[in-house]
């Protein structure tokens, strides 16, 4: 197998920002419950972001070439297939989805850093977009726990 460059973990990335809007999209669709469908759309948007802001950065850390798609399957990085054709979905269950989902995220993009730790200035600086990136995540993961709670008056 080959080593992962940094070319390819960015468009890795990209692609997993891509696919958990699609998995929350399909979601939003689903659903009836308003505050669920409202909240996934919301969710969409903020993964389409994350999208733009990982091909943004990633770009200035690289002067190779993004490849044009992943080099594996990104789809379950950020998703919870198990959850992608039920039907009708509560807010709660819309947000635990999600917390599930960001851990997922949190962890993968926390292994991505590990693989880049390196004594050259340019590794580190690699893996740490990837933490960042990890970091970003347990701070949805953090947001999204106190939804939960609020909402279930804890």
Not at 38 to 48: I, P, S
Not at 87 to 108: G, K, T, V
Not at 139 to 148: D, F, I, R, S, Y
Request: aromatic residues 8%; hydrophobic residues 40%; contains cysteine.
């Amino acid at each position: 197998m080959a080593r992962l460059t940094l070319e390819q973990a960015i468009r890795n990335a990209i692609e997993v920002e891509k696919s958990a809007a699609r998995f929350y999209r399909l979601l939003g669709e689903s659903t009836d419950d308003a505050e669920a469908r409202a909240f996934l759309e919301k969710m969409v948007k903020e993964e389409e972001a994350h999208a733009r802001a990982i091909d943004d950065i990633g770009r200035k850390l690289t002067s190779g070439e993004i490849p044009g798609q992943a080099d594996d399957n990104m789809e379950c990085v950020e998703t919870m297939p198990h959850w992608a054709y039920t039907d009708d979905i509560s807010f709660d269950q819309a947000i635990e989805i999600a917390l599930e989902a960001e851990n997922h995220a949190a962890l993968y993009y926390s292994a991505i850093a590990d693989g880049f730790q390196g004594k050259a200035a340019e590794l580190g600086k690699v893996a740490e977009f990837f933490g960042t990136l990890a970091k970003t995540e347990e701070q949805h993961v953090k947001n999204l726990e106190g939804m939960l709670e609020k909402k279930r008056g804890l």
